[in-house]
């Protein structure tokens, strides 16, 4: 396992893309001049661009009609779907980005592991991993599996043409939560006893789940996404001690296994304001910043060097166009102190927004100075 210093090291240089096949979007040009782009690496495009976190789902009636009477695990599984549900919040909102429509624990199904997703719920998990011979009994993910993923994510950035693809995938600790949990948690209780019980079957498991993940992460860049984001969405449980001693060394492998790449990596979490700059030191190049922390604070606690990505309210989506808009330009008042901004929600679209709600809050984005 690298040390945070060794990932630092192996950074993105400017002619990492050469590590990407010749016919990769970033490669051949088609979103090389992206704003979206322009923004992760820190400057200023003209119109600044907005995408939303969950901008595919439930929110949009079209989603709900392809969806219906297929499992979630299932769609995210059959490429057609999966890029027809990739492309619909591109074209109904005119976001600046599209990210594929998968599921962070999409791998820990591809690897053998028994999980589905359980609507209103989310990810359970049939035999929970607690122990060390449960870890020691975890298959290996044969990449030859990730197929139907690959599929996805070259169809999709042939259709965007100019538009990114954001590839992703869930950290190590937030997936290891669902394994150890067996499903959603609030504390997030037994993992993190594990961690303090028996070290060792805790950093096993972390490691697989680190292998298998970035195996996911890695496929989506090469078959065609030009950014990626690492979700750690339920980190904000943990302290900065243990964030730093247990979680990550492992999200640094994570994004070290992607730096070649030289993709910029966002990493983001959810009540992770006290870890933001373990969370950059591990590896990331953009971070993504939940709606509790101002971005002018997050950019001074950062040191004024990364790039953020957020943080609109999603609370805010029901507050009326007049409250919304005034908070969305506060958002971008404070993102402007920063580096570079990409405008999105502080977590994930409710699925019950109105769509056209967010299309406005696009056109707004972009109407603004
Ligand atoms: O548009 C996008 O953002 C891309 C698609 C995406 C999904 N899941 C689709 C999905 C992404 C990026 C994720 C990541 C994900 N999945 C995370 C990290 C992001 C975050 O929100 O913090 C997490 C923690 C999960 C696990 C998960 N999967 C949860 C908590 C749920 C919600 C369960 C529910 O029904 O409320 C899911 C299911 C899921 N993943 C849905 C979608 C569109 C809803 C299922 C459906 O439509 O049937």
Same mark, same amino acid.
């Given at each position: 396992?690298?040390?945070?210093?060794?990932?630092?090291?192996?950074?993105? &240089?400017? &002619?990492?893309?050469?590590?990407?096949?010749?016919?990769?979007?970033?490669?051949?040009?088609?979103? $090389?001049?992206? !704003?979206?782009?322009?923004?992760?690496?820190?400057?200023?495009? *003209?119109?600044? =661009?907005?995408?939303?976190?969950?901008?595919?789902?439930? &929110?949009?009636?079209?989603?709900?009609?392809?969806?219906?009477?297929?499992?979630?695990?299932?769609?995210?599984?059959?490429?057609?779907?999966?890029?027809?549900?990739?492309?619909?919040? +591109?074209?109904?909102? %005119?976001?600046?980005?599209?990210?594929?429509?998968?599921?962070? +624990?999409?791998?820990?199904?591809?690897?053998?592991?028994?999980?589905?997703? +359980?609507?209103?719920?989310?990810?359970?998990?049939?035999?929970?991993?607690? $122990?060390?011979?449960?870890? #020691?009994?975890? =298959?290996?993910?044969?990449?030859?599996?990730? #197929?139907?993923?690959?599929?996805? #994510?070259?169809?999709?950035?042939?259709?965007?043409?100019?538009? =990114?693809?954001?590839?992703?995938? %869930?950290?190590?600790?937030?997936?290891? $939560?669902?394994?150890?949990?067996? %499903?959603?948690?609030? *504390?997030?209780?037994?993992?993190?006893?594990?961690?303090?019980?028996?070290?060792?079957?805790?950093?096993?498991?972390?490691?697989?789940?680190?292998?298998?993940?970035?195996?996911?992460?890695?496929?989506?860049?090469?078959?065609? !996404?030009?950014?990626?984001?690492?979700?750690?969405?339920? #980190?904000?449980?943990?302290?900065?001690?243990?964030?730093?001693?247990?979680?990550?060394? /492992?999200?640094?492998?994570?994004?070290?296994?992607?730096?070649?790449?030289?993709?910029?990596? +966002?990493?983001?979490?959810?009540?992770?304001?006290?870890?933001?700059?373990?969370?950059?030191?591990?590896?990331?190049?953009?971070?993504?910043?939940?709606?509790?922390?101002?971005?002018?604070?997050?950019?001074?606690?950062?040191?004024?060097?990364?790039?953020?990505?957020?943080?609109?309210?999603?609370?805010?989506?029901?507050?009326?166009?007049?409250?919304? /808009?005034?908070?969305?330009?506060?958002?971008?008042?404070?993102?402007?102190? !920063?580096?570079? /901004?990409?405008?999105?929600?502080?977590?994930?679209?409710? =699925?019950?927004?109105?769509?056209?709600?967010?299309? *406005?809050?696009?056109?707004?984005?972009?109407?603004?100075?």
């Amino acid at each position: 396992m690298p040390t945070t210093s060794a990932v630092s090291e192996a950074s993105t &240089s400017a &002619s990492a893309v050469d590590a990407l096949p010749s016919s990769h979007p970033l490669r051949d040009g088609r979103t $090389s001049g992206s !704003a979206l782009l322009a923004a992760y690496r820190g400057s200023r495009p *003209e119109v600044r =661009p907005v995408w939303f976190m969950r901008q595919a789902g439930r &929110s949009l009636p079209e989603y709900r009609r392809v969806r219906a009477g297929t499992g979630m695990l299932e769609a995210c599984l059959t490429p057609d779907l999966a890029t027809e549900i990739t492309l619909q919040p +591109v074209r109904r909102h %005119g976001v600046d980005a599209a990210i594929l429509f998968s599921d962070i +624990v999409v791998p820990l199904r591809l690897a053998g592991i028994g999980v589905q997703i +359980v609507a209103g719920t989310g990810p359970v998990v049939d035999r929970p991993v607690r $122990s060390a011979a449960d870890v #020691a009994a975890l =298959p290996p993910l044969d990449p030859a599996a990730l #197929a139907p993923i690959t599929r996805a #994510a070259a169809d999709t950035a042939a259709a965007l043409g100019s538009t =990114p693809l954001i590839g992703f995938a %869930g950290a190590p600790f937030t997936l290891a $939560s669902y394994l150890v949990e067996g %499903g959603p948690s609030r *504390e997030h209780l037994r993992t993190r006893a594990l961690m303090h019980s028996d070290p060792q079957t805790w950093h096993a498991l972390a490691s697989w789940v680190a292998d298998v993940t970035s195996a996911f992460l890695r496929a989506q860049v090469l078959a065609g !996404a030009s950014a990626l984001q690492l979700f750690d969405s339920w #980190a904000g449980a943990l302290s900065l001690a243990d964030y730093t001693t247990f979680v990550a060394p /492992h999200s640094a492998w994570v994004l070290a296994r992607v730096a070649d790449l030289g993709v910029p990596r +966002v990493h983001f979490g959810v009540g992770t304001g006290e870890l933001l700059a373990s969370m950059r030191d591990a590896g990331a190049d953009v971070m993504g910043i939940d709606h509790r922390v101002g971005l002018d604070v997050a950019n001074a606690r950062l040191g004024g060097t990364t790039p953020l990505q957020g943080n609109i309210d999603a609370a805010l989506l029901f507050a009326g166009t007049k409250a919304l /808009h005034a908070h969305a330009a506060d958002v971008i008042r404070r993102g402007s102190t !920063a580096p570079g /901004h990409v405008v999105n929600l502080g977590h994930g679209v409710p =699925p019950d927004t109105d769509p056209d709600v967010l299309t *406005e809050l696009v056109e707004f984005v972009h109407g603004c100075p």
